[in-house]
Structure formats: C-alpha cells, structure tokens
T-cell receptor, first 107, second 113 residues
Framework: KNEVEQSPQNLTAQEGEFITINCSYSVGISALHWLQQHPGGGIVSLFM?????KKHGRLIATINIQEKHSSLHITASHPRDSAVYICAVRSNYQLIWGAGTKLIIKP | EPEVTQTPSHQVTQMGQEVILRCVPISNHLYFYWYRQILGQKVEFLVS????????KSEIFDDQFSVERPDGSNFTLKIRSTKLEDSAMYFC???????????FGQGTRLTVV
C-alpha cells in the first residue's frame, strides 16, 4: 500500500473552474508539502503545512491531521496552471512522495 | 531570489561509467537532499545530508551511490558504476532546517546507454 495516495490521477477542466486535488497519507508526519512539476521536470514548492490552511494567490491548501488528509484547491483556474501537482509528506528527514495529479486546464 | 542550481542539466553516460551530479544549495541552508524520478514514475527519496554526514538514506542508495560536500558550497551525488536503470531525473534540494520548506533544483536528467 502506498503511504501517500493522491486523487484524482488525472484531471481535465475548463478555464475558470474550481479545482480540488486530494491527498491521503498513512504515516506519521511533521509536515505536508504541495509541489508543482512542469513538463520540463522542474519542481517548485507551493506550500508546506502542518496544520490548518494556507493561501497564496489563487491556491489554497488545507490539512486535517486527525483524518490524515490534505487538499489543494485552485480558484479561477487558468491554462498556465496545467502541471503535475504532487503531495509529499515529511517523515523524519525524508519526503515521501505521492504519484502526482496531472492537471490540464483547457481555454 | 536564492535558488538551488544543478549541473549539468542533462548527462549521457555509458553503462559502467562513473558520474558526478553537482548541486549548489542555497547558501545558508544546512540540510541537503537528493531525490530521483524515473520517467513516468513518482519521485523517490535517495539521501539526506546534514553536518557533513548522511542523516537518512533509502534502500535505493546502495554502495554504488555516495554524496559529498567537498568545499562548503557544492553538494555532489556520485554513482560509481552506472546501470541502465539509473537513468532518471535527479533532483537536489536544500532546506534551512530539517523541518523547513525544501527548495528544489531544476534537476539533472541522467541517461545511461
């Protein structure tokens, strides 16, 4: 069983739609990261959170420690948001990565 | 804005050859990491490094792999005798503290032929 599960695996939506990507984990963590990976492969950290909610621009990340679940929301989605979004949890010194959600936003 | 830089961006090597992947972490960071991503698969942890020693490593990080911080600025990953299955994107990351947000380099794509 994967320690970090993301859903959906793939998501295609129209520009302007509200997007939700989910992450569940089964291990004890000190923090959870949401990252973005573009087609060229580069990884950008979006959020690191250990409780509650964080917002940056059109991106919102929430985490429920008791339920071991986190969500990443994108409001007013735009084609430039198209990327792979990855949830990774920090356990000891390492990050355990989810498989990613491939998001395509159509104009 | 400070960033993690990796060189080269792409390296092609023959099976059995040694490769060294280089990373320059953010200057005041103390924790350094290597991850890899085989094409089409998820990112996997290789090793973390703090205070000039390995703090944690995965099963992937066997005797063929080594890391070094030779001069206080570079952080290198060496693969002694490359195998075809070492072909992957290798990401370096650094953080100010072990629990802090990690910043990633753009990756080195290693192709073993």
């Amino acid at each position: 069983k994967n320690e970090v599960e993301q859903s959906p695996q793939n998501l295609t939506a129209q520009e302007g739609e509200f997007i939700t990507i989910n992450c569940s984990y089964s291990v004890g963590i000190s923090a959870l990261h949401w990252l973005q990976q573009h087609p060229g492969g580069g990884i950008v950290s979006l959020f690191m959170l250990s409780s509650g909610k964080k917002k940056h621009g059109r991106l919102i990340a929430t985490i429920n420690i008791q339920e071991k679940h986190s969500s990443l929301h994108i409001t007013a989605s735009h084609p430039r948001d198209s990327a792979v979004y990855i949830c990774a949890v920090r356990s000891n010194y390492q990050l355990i990565w989810g498989a990613g959600t491939k998001l395509i936003i159509k104009p | 804005e400070p960033e993690v830089t990796q060189t080269p961006s792409h390296q092609v090597t023959q099976m059995g050859q040694e490769v060294i992947l280089r990373c320059v972490p953010i200057s005041n960071h103390l924790y350094f990491y290597w991850y890899r991503q085989i094409l089409g698969q998820k990112v996997e942890f290789l090793v973390s490094f703090y205070n000039n020693e390995i703090s944690e490593k995965s099963e992937i990080f066997d005797d063929q792999f080594s890391v070094e911080r030779p001069d206080g600025s570079n952080f290198t990953l060496k693969i002694r005798s490359t195998k075809l299955e070492d072909s992957a994107m290798y990401f370096c990351a650094s953080s100010g503290q072990g629990s802090a947000e990690a910043f990633f380099g753009q990756g080195t794509r290693l192709t073993v032929v």
